[in-house]
């Protein structure tokens, strides 16, 4: 309870007051049961769906009856891409970011740069993709074009949030090594970074999950179709992921099952996305532990 | 950094050792305590060159793209090496509504129009929702309440944009279809927009919520001790005081919902001529018929045409014009969003 005010505020104030509190309980009530019904919709459609036969059967072009397999597996298999082409680069852009550019015009302009690129629109990663991987490198629809274009997307995430943990490194760890006589590198390798890895972990999952539902750009570099053989670890086939499917199938048409399909493919993905957030906010919570 | 005062320690002065001063101590300071070794040096260096090879990698990537885009959308204009078709001018693409790449005509106007509006549409949801919850978030609820809005945020932009697309076309589209149109189609701009908005909330309110958290308390304990209610305090000072950072978290509201592709084109009805389709039909008010008339945008059309369009003709061009447009777009509003943060340092 607030301490009694010396005088009252008008009437009209205090009932403002009530209401917009009530107001605001009630919007928060709101956002909570959108993402309720949204989530318990998908997973509800999606049930009769989601057997056994689904998840293992190849998919129809044509008959009903199809499943999501190979689709399963590219989308593990190009997340699993992106982010091994895109951690290095954006590892290293955090560094330097973090530890060299120091606070002047080059730290700006990177952050610039780096923002851009965030908030540069998949479908616009899309073309760039297309032109350079699919249609100048000769690389055609296929995983590698999907996995490097899709990198793009991870760089800006994964640089970003290693600067911010870098930047939450204790000063004093820091200048105890270099006090030690160890160089910046070592510093960097051996005390900054194992410091901050929670932190950059949290962040690769999240990237892993924008990852994972990202479409657009799959669909003009990774292909709307499917390799044939299970598991096909081949760099050069089309690899078409489950965002891609649920999307083709209602786009394209020709499945007379398209309808079940898609809303199984939308509660997979759900049940996806909700694991990682768990793991994300496992993370979390061991960071948050160590600082305290 | 160099000596801790020996006054600390208590020592006898003749035990202290003398102090290197003037031109002495700057050659003390500049020599190290011992030398690194050849390889730890060099790897040093190297290391430092790898990191900002990373750093202007991305920088080169902002302009990769826009040179490549531009190469293509410039070939629409302008006629090129690789060029099939006829070249158009500015003033057929960016000013005419007439899309019929078949008979020869691009404009792109309608799609323009279209992003627009649905992200306006959107975004006059979403803002104030979205500023009222951070509200909410930052002022009012209690912390279990702020945890669990916060997860409900990370939940609402974890989900991809298919499935907020399937969502729509699925449940919402034959919703509203059958509640409010008797069973006419339900695809355009208000289903679009309310989907868009949805996804776009959670941006608008981790920004805003961070803009009400970083203000001065004293801000608060001022207004209340002058003798406003909680929201009088909100309304006359908080609000106010957040308002650079509130607009800026509304402009990449925006930024994200005008580069949204895949869940409006799954509800909007791709329809190139919605405009002309507006103006003919006479049989509802307005604004219904804004709302309700299957539509394009520039995302929307490049997914539903690119596929079918051979590289280097005409029709390809400029649907590479308008990503080009778009990544204009997109660095427009970053650049706007850094002039607010200025405005607000200053």
């Known amino acids: 309870m607030p301490a009694p005010l010396p005088f009252r505020p008008r009437r009209?104030?205090?009932?403002?007051?009530?209401?917009?509190?009530?107001?605001?309980?009630?919007?928060?009530?709101?956002?909570?049961?959108?993402?309720?019904?949204?989530?318990?919709?998908?997973?509800?459609?999606?049930?009769?769906?989601?057997?056994?036969?689904?998840?293992?059967?190849?998919?129809?072009?044509?008959?009903?009856?199809?499943?999501?397999?190979?689709?399963?597996?590219?989308?593990?298999?190009?997340?699993?891409?992106?982010?091994?082409?895109?951690?290095?680069?954006?590892?290293?852009?955090?560094?330097?970011?973090?530890?060299?550019?120091?606070?002047?015009?080059?730290?700006?302009?990177?952050?610039?740069?780096?923002?851009?690129?965030?908030?540069?629109?998949?479908?616009?990663?899309?073309?760039?993709?297309?032109?350079?991987?699919?249609?100048?490198?000769?690389?055609?629809?296929?995983?590698?074009?999907?996995?490097?274009?899709l990198a793009l997307l991870n760089i800006p995430v994964i640089t970003r949030v290693t600067e911010v943990s870098l930047l939450g490194v204790p000063r004093e760890l820091m200048e105890a090594s270099y006090g030690l006589g160890a160089t910046k590198l070592q510093t960097i390798l051996k005390v900054a970074l194992p410091y901050a890895a929670t932190g950059i972990l949290t962040g690769l999952v999240l990237t892993a999950g924008r990852a994972f539902g990202e479409s657009a750009i799959l669909v003009f570099t990774a292909g709307t179709n499917t390799s044939q053989v299970f598991p096909d670890f081949r760099l050069t086939v089309p690899g078409e992921t489950l965002s891609v499917h649920l999307w083709y199938v209602t786009s394209d048409g020709t499945l007379p099952d398209a309808r079940e399909i898609a809303a199984g493919t939308a509660a997979v993905m759900i049940v996806v996305l909700l694991a990682l957030n768990l793991l994300v906010r496992f993370l979390d919570r061991a960071i948050r532990r160590r600082t305290r | 950094?160099?000596?801790?005062?020996?006054?600390?320690?208590?020592?006898?002065?003749?035990?202290?050792?003398?102090?290197?001063?003037?031109?002495?101590?700057?050659?003390?300071?500049?020599?190290?305590?011992?030398?690194?070794?050849?390889?730890?040096?060099?790897?040093?260096?190297?290391?430092?060159?790898?990191?900002?090879?990373?750093?202007?990698?991305?920088?080169?990537?902002?302009?990769?793209?826009?040179?490549?885009?531009?190469?293509?959308?410039?070939?629409?204009?302008?006629?090129?090496?690789?060029?099939?078709?006829?070249?158009?001018?500015?003033?057929?693409?960016?000013?005419?509504?007439?899309?019929?790449?078949?008979?020869?005509?691009?404009?792109?106007?309608?799609?323009?129009?279209?992003?627009?509006?649905?992200?306006?549409?959107?975004?006059?949801?979403?803002?104030?929702?979205?500023?009222?919850a951070s509200i909410f978030i930052a002022k009012i609820a209690p912390n279990w309440m702020k945890t669990l809005m916060r997860q409900v945020m990370d939940l609402l932009v974890g989900i991809p944009s298919v499935v907020y697309g399937i969502f729509g076309l699925m449940v919402v589209l034959p919703w509203v279809s059958g509640k409010w149109l008797s069973d006419s189609p339900a695809a355009g701009f208000a289903v679009s927009a309310a989907i868009l908005a949805v996804m776009i909330v959670p941006t608008i309110v981790s920004l805003a919520t961070d803009a009400f958290e970083s203000l001065p308390l004293s801000l608060d304990e001022g207004s209340q001790a002058l003798g406003s209610t909680r929201w009088q305090a909100i309304w006359h000072v908080l609000i106010p005081a957040a308002r650079a950072r509130l607009l800026t978290a509304t402009v990449l509201g925006l930024g994200r919902a005008i580069g949204e592709a895949m869940a409006i084109q799954m509800v909007i009805g791709n329809n190139p001529q919605w405009i002309a389709l507006m103006r003919q039909s006479t049989d509802q008010t307005p604004v219904l018929r804004l709302l309700f008339t299957p539509a394009a945008t520039l995302t929307t059309e490049l997914v539903q045409e690119l596929p079918n369009t051979a590289a280097g003709s005409t029709w390809n061009n400029v649907l590479f014009a308008m990503g080009l447009l778009l990544y204009l777009m997109t660095m427009l509003i970053i650049l706007a969003t850094r002039r607010l943060s200025q405005r607000r340092e200053a």
């Open chain 1, 12 to 149: 009209f104030a205090r009932l403002t007051d009530q209401v917009m509190r009530v107001g605001l309980w009630g919007l928060a009530a709101a956002f909570i049961a959108v993402l309720l019904v949204f989530v318990g919709v998908i997973l509800k459609q999606g049930w009769p769906v989601l057997h056994l036969g689904f998840l293992t059967r190849m998919p129809e072009t044509l008959d009903a009856g199809g499943g999501i397999k190979p689709e399963i597996f590219n989308s593990l298999y190009l997340v699993a891409l992106s982010l091994a082409i895109a951690l290095p680069i954006g590892l290293g852009a955090g560094i330097y970011m973090a530890e060299y550019a120091g606070q002047g015009r080059a730290l700006r302009f990177l952050r610039l740069c780096i923002e851009t690129l965030a908030a540069t629109p998949s479908i616009v990663l899309a073309l760039f993709g297309m032109i350079v991987f699919v249609q100048m490198m000769g690389w055609s629809f296929s995983i590698r074009s999907g996995a490097v274009t």
């Open chain 2, 1 to 132: 950094m160099p000596h801790a005062p020996d006054t600390l320690l208590d020592l006898p002065s003749s035990t202290t050792q003398t102090v290197p001063e003037g031109p002495a101590l700057e050659a003390a300071s500049r020599e190290p305590a011992f030398r690194h070794s050849r390889a730890q040096r060099l790897a040093d260096r190297w290391a430092h060159l790898v990191f900002l090879a990373c750093g202007l990698l991305v920088v080169a990537l902002i302009g990769g793209i826009l040179y490549f885009l531009a190469a293509r959308g410039v070939g629409a204009f302008i006629p090129l090496a690789g060029n099939t078709d006829k070249v158009l001018t500015l003033r057929e693409v960016f000013l005419s509504t007439n899309w019929d790449p078949n008979a020869g005509k691009f404009g792109i106007l309608p799609f323009i129009a279209g992003s627009l509006t649905v992200t306006g549409l959107a975004l006059l949801i979403a803002a104030p929702t979205g500023i009222l």
